[in-house]
């Protein structure tokens, strides 16, 4: 079959690596540029979720750890195995106990793609691997590792391999109107596929309704901000927010350290970027750990990216699930929701349903 894909972030192009490897000649329709927008502006972690499992995301978690093992084996060269340390204080959110069954739990459902058992550190050790963590209150923190990507290089090695495949990628095609015929609109043209899969990302839902499809589902789109400093620091970092409850990374990257990411929802009419609400409430997280704190001049940059959630109804953004979901309107099938560890599955799936 002839098949187009709209959208090129990264569900998009596994999608369109999937659809090819079936033996399916694929054109990817992208409005800007490949991995341009919410792709490229993650917390650069391959990871299951461990705090998904607060939420009973039991089965999204194993398919993410899964995932997570795959993406190293294939991308050596843009991933890495990161340890990461989440210190315990006296009154912290989640106790010892709560956090020891969550990360048995993480170790378990990796099964044999796990990178490392989690294990508890002394005050001592602890220290010694971050003397600038606040001593006061401290009991000690469990280390388990995980893995980093560079986001944005990753998925640029994703979309060279859907190329090397045969897959047509249009760059600067905005796709306006879509039919569950297989048709599209791009710019004046039409133009007709036996099948069109719509993975516009945070844009999906509304590139239905401009096309007067109705769908069962609504997204929720969520900004997640992060800060970066131009700082090294040796480990990561999982933090318990004392304002909320939250938890956010302190993370190495690339020499620097990055601190994120926010939960706010978000409105595609309004910008895209670290409000100053976030970057306050990030730089609080950070100096309720670290001594001595840091302040605006500490920030060298901020970046912002919208993750498409499928609503569940819930208050909090952080309460709604990762999961995705297909919905199919004839030979028009919509991807909603999806975080990028788990793109690879994701696409297998869309390759399946396209047959189906």
Same mark, same amino acid.
Request: some cysteine; proline content about 3%.
């Given at each position: 079959?002839?098949?187009?894909?709209?959208?090129?972030?990264?569900?998009?192009?596994?999608?369109?690596?999937?659809?090819?490897?079936?033996?399916?000649?694929?054109?990817?329709?992208?409005?800007?540029?490949?991995?341009?927008?919410?792709?490229?502006?993650?917390?650069? $972690? +391959?990871?299951? #979720?461990?705090?998904?499992?607060?939420?009973?995301?039991?089965?999204?978690?194993?398919?993410?750890?899964?995932?997570?093992?795959?993406?190293? /084996?294939?991308?050596?060269?843009?991933?890495?195995?990161?340890?990461?340390?989440?210190?315990?204080?006296?009154?912290?959110?989640? #106790?010892?106990?709560?956090?020891?069954?969550? $990360?048995? =739990?993480?170790?378990?459902?990796?099964?044999?793609?796990?990178?490392?058992?989690?294990?508890?550190?002394?005050?001592?050790?602890?220290? /010694?691997?971050?003397? /600038?963590?606040?001593?006061?209150?401290?009991?000690? %923190?469990?280390?388990?590792?995980?893995?980093?990507?560079?986001?944005?290089?990753?998925?640029?090695?994703?979309?060279?391999?859907?190329? =090397?495949? %045969?897959?047509?990628?249009?760059?600067?095609?905005?796709?306006?109107?879509?039919?569950? %015929? #297989?048709?599209? *609109?791009?710019?004046?043209?039409?133009?007709?596929?036996?099948?069109?899969? @719509?993975?516009?990302?945070?844009?999906?839902?509304?590139?239905?309704?401009?096309?007067?499809?109705?769908?069962?589902? @609504?997204?929720?789109?969520?900004?997640?901000?992060?800060?970066?400093?131009?700082?090294?620091?040796?480990?990561?970092?999982? $933090?318990?927010?004392?304002?909320?409850? /939250?938890?956010?990374?302190?993370?190495?990257?690339?020499?620097?350290?990055?601190?994120?990411?926010?939960?706010? *929802?978000?409105?595609?009419?309004?910008?895209?970027?670290?409000?100053?609400?976030?970057?306050?409430?990030?730089?609080?997280?950070? @100096?309720?750990?670290?001594?001595?704190?840091?302040?605006?001049?500490?920030?060298?940059?901020?970046?912002?990216?919208?993750?498409?959630?499928?609503?569940?109804?819930?208050?909090?953004?952080?309460?709604?699930?990762?999961?995705?979901?297909?919905?199919? @309107?004839?030979?028009?099938?919509?991807? +909603?929701?999806?975080?990028?560890?788990?793109?690879?599955?994701?696409?297998?799936?869309?390759?399946?349903?396209?047959?189906?």
């Amino acid at each position: 079959m002839r098949i187009a894909i709209v959208g090129a972030g990264i569900n998009g192009i596994m999608s369109a690596w999937a659809l090819a490897e079936a033996g399916h000649a694929v054109v990817v329709f992208e409005r800007g540029e490949p991995m341009g927008q919410t792709s490229r502006a993650s917390t650069k $972690l +391959l990871h299951g #979720g461990l705090r998904y499992l607060e939420h009973g995301d039991f089965g999204l978690v194993r398919e993410g750890l899964r995932e997570r093992a795959w993406w190293l /084996r294939a991308a050596p060269h843009l991933t890495r195995r990161i340890e990461i340390v989440v210190p315990v204080y006296r009154g912290s959110p989640r #106790g010892r106990l709560s956090l020891k069954a969550g $990360l048995l =739990a993480y170790d378990l459902l990796a099964g044999a793609a796990g990178l490392g058992r989690h294990r508890w550190l002394a005050v001592n050790e602890l220290l /010694r691997r971050a003397p /600038r963590l606040r001593h006061e209150g401290l009991l000690g %923190g469990y280390l388990f590792v995980d893995g980093q990507m560079d986001d944005h290089a990753l998925g640029l090695w994703a979309v060279e391999q859907v190329r =090397a495949k %045969g897959v047509e990628l249009r760059t600067h095609a905005a796709v306006t109107q879509l039919d569950v %015929g #297989g048709g599209i *609109r791009c710019g004046a043209a039409k133009e007709a596929f036996d099948f069109v899969v @719509n993975a516009a990302g945070p844009w999906a839902a509304g590139l239905l309704a401009a096309s007067g499809i109705p769908s069962r589902y @609504n997204l929720d789109l969520v900004r997640g901000s992060h800060l970066v400093l131009d700082r090294a620091i040796g480990c990561g970092f999982l $933090l318990q927010s004392p304002d909320d409850g /939250r938890v956010c990374f302190v993370l190495p990257y690339q020499g620097r350290t990055l601190v994120g990411t926010t939960e706010v *929802r978000q409105s595609l009419d309004d910008a895209i970027a670290c409000s100053e609400a976030e970057r306050d409430y990030l730089l609080r997280m950070f @100096n309720a750990a670290f001594s001595p704190g840091i302040g605006l001049v500490d920030v060298a940059e901020s970046f912002a990216g919208v993750r498409p959630l499928v609503a569940a109804g819930a208050a909090q953004a952080s309460a709604v699930s990762r999961e995705y979901m297909l919905e199919r @309107n004839g030979r028009l099938l919509t991807v +909603l929701g999806g975080k990028w560890t788990t793109a690879r599955a994701l696409g297998c799936k869309v390759a399946q349903a396209v047959t189906a």
